[in-house]
């Protein structure tokens, strides 16, 4: 275990937000969180950094931030049809796809790209291109800080929905995960159902191959979503939102080309990114902080936004686009100071 205190996060988080954390606790072991917990903590409030990928932090956190970094891919079940993998919690999601494109392990191919570590896959269930990662997914590993055990969670027990697992809402601040089991096929054909990606592949007269499909999500995506590395931001900042039938008809009298995406029980996910970017909002800019111009649903640091600059800019979308067709949006990071 690394204890190191009051650490700039700067380069923890992908907004770039240069917050502080009381101490910055790095965990090497399953055996560093047991320590962590009996000799360290004391009851006290704590943060557990994935990749920081899908976070805002408001201002400097007067409580410890902690960060897991065991990496490691172990073979659980090999047969002529699939392979079931268990991932430890610090490997990074990309390098993990790229592991099993190479490898000719499919179902991943479509979430090339999405930022952060394994262990974090799960608490929002990362999804893209018609893929969300509770696919795949078998089981988890984990330390619960009530039972101060290990212990392993089935899909079931998850309870996986868009963005969200018992991670997000019950088990909040109560479950580090320490590794995901995935079971990949080595039979299945690419998933396409995501119109854009489709369509990408026929106008590139590309073959619908996993390989082909990961290079087209990564081309797609990085000429849509800003590159952390380039320019602060956390992806997707706000959900899309899931409206009533009957919201969805008096917005659509008004904007024909309102696109919605039916749910299994009658409501309909509409796209916060066009809400926003009809709120007028694209590009919306105060100092440092801003709605990206390319991409209504990212808000992105140019540099020396502090949290705090980027979540006014986050209320003031919400305001408006409240004020303008009733939808309330929720964000889609975490949020926390
Ligand atoms: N749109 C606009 N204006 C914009 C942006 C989007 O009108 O500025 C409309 C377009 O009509 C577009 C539609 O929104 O066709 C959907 O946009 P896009 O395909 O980019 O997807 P998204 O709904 O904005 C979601 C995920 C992304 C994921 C993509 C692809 C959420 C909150 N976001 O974005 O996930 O990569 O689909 O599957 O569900 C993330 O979670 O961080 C993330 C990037």
Known sequence: MQIQNNHSLKNFNTFGIDAKCKRLIILESEDDIVDYFDNHNNGNKFLLLGGGSNLLIKKDLNYDVLMLTFKGIKIINDDEDSITLEVQAGENWHKFVEFLVNNNYFGFENLALIPGNVGTAPIQNIGAYGVEQEKHFIS????????????????????????????????????????????????????????????????????????????????????????????????????????????????????????????????????????????????YRVGDAAVYEKHALILVNYGNATGHDIWQIAEYVIETVFEKFRVRLEPEVNVVE
């Open 140 to 283: 988890l590993r984990g330390y619960s800080i009530e039972s101060n055990q290990f212990e392993t969670y089935t899909k079931e027990q998850c309870q996986f929905g868009y963005r969200n697992s018992i991670f997000k809402s019950k088990l909040k601040g109560k479950f580090i995960i320490t590794s995901v089991t995935y079971k990949l096929s080595k039979t299945d054909p690419p998933n396409l159902s995501y119109t854009e990606l489709e369509n990408y592949l026929i106008q590139h007269k590309l073959e619908a191959t996993a390989k082909n499909v990961f290079d087209s999500v990564i081309y797609i995506r990085s000429n849509k979503l800003p590159s952390p590395s380039e320019l602060g931001n956390s992806g997707s900042f706000f959900k899309n939102p899931i409206i009533t039938q009957i919201d969805f008809n008096r917005i659509l009298s008004e904007y024909s080309d309102l696109r919605g995406f039916p749910q299994n029980n009658g409501t309909i996910k509409i796209s916060a990114g066009w809400l926003i970017e009809k709120a007028g909002l694209k590009g």
